[in-house]
Structure formats: structure tokens, C-alpha cells
């Protein structure tokens, strides 16, 4: 559940710099979704597992006018449906890149 919470607080975030007037220009955004649902048997368990798997990537390109800024994010989210276990989650990649942060000699890359 918290992590359900923490994925709306950073997509009401991403939303919010994305409306902001300063970037009054066009920005890319490509978002990618695919949902798996995975059955199989656990030999230990001795009985049929079910997963729902949904993966989310997210690109945001050219967030400044020059189109010097990026944003880039990949996360997995599981559930077991035969278990009481609660949503399982990972972010497989979050960062932001800037392009030329001193004039042609540094481009700086942040985030996991």
C-alpha cells in the first residue's frame, strides 16, 4: 500500500513540473505499460502460484528549451494472487540527465 501511495506522490510531482509555466514549450513524454499475469507450480509449496505483474516506463525529453534536460524512470509493481502477501515493488531505473551543463565538456547524469 505505501508504495502504491509513493508511485501517486511522484506522478502528482511529475505532473506538477510538467503544467508549470516555465516549461511553457513542448515536452516528450512517452509512457510505456504492460501488465503479465504468470502462472505456475511451486515444487516446495507443493501448489499453483499466481502473479499479476504491471511495468511502467517513463520518458520525459527536451524539459527545458534548449532540450538540454531528461527524465527517465522503469518500475515493476507484483502482486501474488494466491497469497496474502502485500504489492511488491521496484524501480529498476529513476533518473534525471542534463546534457552539457558546462558549455560542451560536462554532462551530468543522476538518480539510481
Known amino acids: 500500500m505505501r508504495l502504491i501511495i509513493r508511485l501517486m506522490r511522484l506522478a502528482v510531482i511529475l505532473m506538477t ?15 510505456t505499460s504492460s501488465t503479465q499475469y504468470s502462472w505456475y507450480q ?8 499466481n502473479d ?5 516506463r517513463l520518458n520525459m525529453t527536451k ?9 527517465f ?13 502485500d504489492l511488491q ?5 529513476f533518473y534525471v540527465d542534463y546534457r552539457d551543463a558546462f558549455k560542451d565538456h560536462l554532462d551530468v547524469r543522476a538518480g539510481r
Open 17 to 31: 513540473l510538467v503544467c508549470m509555466p516555465v516549461f511553457s514549450h513542448a515536452t516528450e513524454v512517452k509512457i
Open 42 to 49: 511451486d515444487f516446495v509449496a507443493d501448489k499453483n502460484q
Open 52 to 56: 499479476i505483474s504491471e511495468y511502467l
Open 63 to 71: 524539459l527545458d528549451k534548449e532540450g538540454k534536460a531528461s527524465f
Open 73 to 85: 524512470a522503469y518500475a515493476r509493481v507484483t502482486k501474488q494472487v494466491t497469497s496474502s502477501e
Open 89 to 93: 515493488g521496484r524501480f529498476y531505473y
